[in-house]
């Protein structure tokens, strides 16, 4: 939903008159909508302009603006570079250019009820997102980028198996005892950060923690970004 077409005070897209009383306030008062006061009580979908979820563009005001200085903080990426250099076996304190990945699955198996059976996208749809990325970080930056990190909420361990199959590392929270030291708030955290340290990232279409990590590795990491498609869809 737009909200400046909504809101604004000189000829906006609707005027108050042509709105409904959603309901009456908890003492039973009902007052018509009006021109003096806009009240929003969820965000999610909003949108500053005619383009509904705009957050998946990168033109996107609220993401230029205010989401691209959102840094974590030196603690937590301290942190997150000791998950990733043990799950990447690296010694040196540097860590080598590597490639994240998003797999979300757990919930977007119950969005699918056309083709359940071809909801979730295959690892192989990710391996040839991160071909490409391999192949155009090499005509950018003239490097070859062989470590693949990729994060997943999947539970089946024959996915993990594909994941070691292809070569590509991830974080074992369990192996790290992440929820015991940290709470449970930083499995996801730590997460979302090693995404955003990629120079490149693929992850998955409509999944905010994609959009919002590919965002942070195009502009704060000048790095490549691809999105791999779920659902059936090509």
């Known amino acids: 939903m737009p909200l400046a077409q909504k809101i604004y005070s000189l ?28 009240c929003f009580d969820f965000m999610y979908y909003a949108s500053v302009g005619t383009q509904p979820y705009e957050w998946q563009s990168s033109w996107s005001p609220v993401w230029r603006h205010i989401g691209r200085y959102l840094e974590f903080t030196e603690p937590i990426i301290d942190i997150v570079k000791g998950y990733v250099r043990r799950a990447l076996q690296v010694i040196t304190y540097e860590l080598p250019p590597f490639i994240t990945v998003h797999a979300r699955r ?9 083709v359940p059976s071809q909801c979730l996208a295959p ?15 090499f005509v950018k930056f003239g490097i070859k980028v062989t470590e693949v990190l990729i994060t997943s909420d999947e539970t089946d361990l024959a996915f993990w198996k594909e994941v ?10 369990v ?32 999944s905010t923690v994609s959009i919002v990590s590919a965002h942070r590795v195009e502009d704060w990491n ?13």
């Not at 690892?123 to 970080?137: H, M, P």
């Not at 992440?178 to 990232?201: H, K, R």
Request: proline fraction near 5%; glycine fraction near 12%.
């Open 11 to 38: 000829n906006p897209l609707t005027h108050s008159g042509d709105e409904i009383l959603m309901a009456p306030s908890p003492h039973g008062a009902k007052l018509s909508p009006n021109n003096h006061l806009a």
């Open 106 to 114: 757990g919930d977007f198996v119950h969005q699918c009820w056309d």
């Open 123 to 137: 690892l192989s749809a990710y391996v040839r997102k991160v071909k490409e990325i391999q192949g155009a970080i």
């Open 164 to 173: 070691q199959a292809e070569g590509w590392k991830y974080i074992d929270h």
């Open 175 to 206: 192996a790290e005892r992440t929820l015991d030291q940290y709470g449970e708030w930083y499995v996801p955290i730590i997460d979302i950060v090693a995404q955003s340290m990629g120079i490149g990232f693929v992850g998955s279409i409509d």
């Open 222 to 234: 000048q790095g490549i970004t691809r999105m791999v498609n779920w659902g059936g869809r090509e």
